[in-house]
């Protein structure tokens, strides 16, 4: 058994456009309105919302994002599906595109600004807001996108970052990204979560 068929599966009933009405294994990584992916092979992630969803018969309606995408699935084929939570690490796992460098951290400039949501302070990466303020080597930090662990500050001053900015600390790279493996999301759910 390979690590795609222990997620849960979803069934291609009908395609129309960008839409496919679909029979669910009942799983956590299903809900109204929620943004999801279908997984093709080993690392294609076809992103979108499932709605519509009727839980005594485990249909529901999946609208993809990318109307040209629609093509790839087949009708009556079975595909894993994740939700955002799960899905966004797991394509940043399998993601061959990906370059992935063990890089020491440095502090890099933040901006401070004030919005109808109240102050915010996020990463400098072109020229800042009218009105904001740079706050120099103020953005001391990442996070690991798979565990959330510090990266750049404490124990871990290194970690595993690709060429569009997404890091990784050491552990997460050796256990999933390097080897492919999606076993965090068994380790932190475990299958009957699922």
């Known amino acids: 058994m390979n690590q795609f068929d222990k997620l849960p599966q979803i069934q291609v009933l009908e395609i129309h456009d960008n839409q496919c009405i679909s029979k669910f294994e009942p799983s956590s990584c299903i809900g109204e309105d929620w943004l999801g992916c279908i997984i093709i092979g080993e690392d294609q992630f076809l992103w979108g919302k499932f709605s519509n969803l009727k839980t005594k018969k485990n249909t529901c309606l999946f609208t993809l994002k ?46 401070q600004f004030t919005s109808d949501f109240g102050t915010a302070i996020t990463k400098l990466v072109k020229k800042p807001l009218t009105g904001a303020t740079i706050i120099r080597d103020g953005w001391d930090h990442e996070h690991c996108e798979i565990c959330g662990e510090t990266i750049g500050r404490g124990d871990q001053d290194a970690g595993f970052v690709t060429q569009v900015d997404n890091w990784v600390c050491e552990q997460c790279y050796e256990n999933y990204v390097k080897p492919k493996s999606l076993r965090f999301i068994f380790d932190s759910l475990g299958k009957k979560a699922l």
């Not at 629609?70 to 799960?86: M, T, V």
Request: hydrophobic share 35%; charged share 35%; no cysteine.
């Open 66 to 111: 990318d109307l040209s995408k629609g093509r790839l699935l087949e009708i009556g084929k079975r595909y894993p599906y994740l939700d955002s939570l799960w899905g966004i690490p797991a394509e940043l796992v399998l993601d061959p595109t990906r370059i992935w460098k063990r890089t020491r951290f440095e502090p890099s400039d933040a901006i």
